[in-house]
């Protein structure tokens, strides 16, 4: 069983910067590939960033350039930073956790955080 807890969402006008952070519980958090997902309203939730349980990352082209997804195995901790925020980046933000390969698709995560507002004014 894993649990997840995001942190860090909040307020910040287009150019800005935030870091969001997801806690781990769990000793499966190094064998796991961790995933940011995000969903603004009237949309289904999309895949933003992903790192391996090898460190290998990924992410989507909309955000490629402008954030970098880490972890931290020894605080079982990923963090998601955000730099060159556009209003197009406002959404409730999700870390995800799965056993094995990084995928970015939701359903093969079996391990959900509750989310995190991230509002980009203009």
């Known amino acids: 069983q894993v649990q997840l807890v995001e942190s860090g969402g909040g307020l910040v006008q287009a150019g800005g910067s935030l870091r969001l952070s997801c806690a781990a519980s769990?000793?499966?958090?190094?064998?796991?590939?961790m995933g940011w997902f995000r969903q603004s309203p009237g949309k289904e939730r999309e895949f933003v960033a992903g790192v391996s349980w090898s460190g290998s990352t990924y992410y989507a082209d909309s955000v490629k350039g402008r954030f970098t997804i880490s972890r931290d195995n020894a605080k079982n901790t990923v963090y998601l930073q955000m730099n060159s925020l556009k209003p197009e980046d406002t959404a409730v933000y999700y870390c995800?956790?799965?056993?094995?390969?990084?995928?970015?698709?939701?359903?093969?995560?079996?391990?959900w955080g509750q989310g995190t507002q991230v509002t980009v004014s203009s």
């Open positions: 769990g000793r499966t958090f190094s064998n796991s590939a």
């Open positions: 995800a956790a799965r056993r094995g390969s990084l995928v970015v698709t939701t359903t093969p995560y079996s391990y």
